[in-house]
């Protein structure tokens, strides 16, 4: 079995954990597409109708990955560190949890598009699933990096949340005018908005939600390495 697989099945030891991934996000995308479009109409925001409840199959998939990818980081800090004096090295290690972590995110991204598809005739089907996997991966990266950094489970955990509601409440679609800087998942957030109104998207506008998405796992596992070999 090798490390990867180690890893996940390390989170999945418990079925409660695999019940969480799977109903969470379910769970959200049934019950906060109201809550959005009712918050998006209080900021001055147009989110409405199948918008809404698409992006909140890609907001279940951003929270339950990034509390996902925080925990991962920062629980296994003492196992990482064994592992890495033992041979393997902190690169490889991180490259291990991190892809073990992007299984897991795989798992929420689907059960919340799943769930989306259930809810509501979503006009292209393909993007909205590739946006909400976005979601996923882009704060599965930002959970890896605040795990990274910060050791303590109170204090790790509600910097993901501050991040998480900063972004959600300010990005596409929920106040007027256009995103601040700090809105991280607005291109994914386009992507499927546009896939919920049957809206098709430039092939820009996927460039750059690549780059957004691959950029940020890259910085989650350089920052990774970093924090194992400073602990080694």
Sequence with gaps: MTR????????????????????IPALFVVSAA???????SALGGSLAGDAAVGLSAGWAAAFISGALGFFQAASSRGADRRLALAGLGPARV?????????????????????????????AHP????????????????????????????????????FVFLLDAFSGPGMSGGSPPPW??????????????????????EWVKVAVVTGGALVAAFLVFVASARSRA
């Excluded at 991180?94 to 598809?117: E, M, Y």
């Excluded at 590739?130 to 509600?158: D, R």
């Excluded at 809105?183 to 820009?204: M, N, R, W, Y």
């Design 183 to 204: 809105a991280v998942s607005q291109k994914a957030a386009d992507v499927l908005i546009a896939a919920g109104t049957g809206t098709d998207t430039p092939t820009d």
């Design 34 to 40: 109201g809550a959005l479009n009712d918050f998006a």
């Design 94 to 122: 991180a490259l291990s949890r991190i892809a073990a972590s992007v299984g897991l995110a795989f798992i929420a991204a689907a059960a919340a598009f799943v769930a989306l598809l259930l809810r509501v005739d979503v």
């Design 4 to 23: 990867t697989a180690v890893f996940a099945r390390e989170q999945l030891r418990a079925p409660f954990t695999l019940a969480l991934l799977v109903v």
């Design 126 to 161: 393909l993007h909205a699933g590739i946006a909400v996997l976005a979601f996923a991966l882009l704060y599965l990266a930002i959970g890896v990096l605040v795990g990274s950094l910060v050791s303590a489970p109170l204090e790790g955990s509600l910097l993901v949340v």
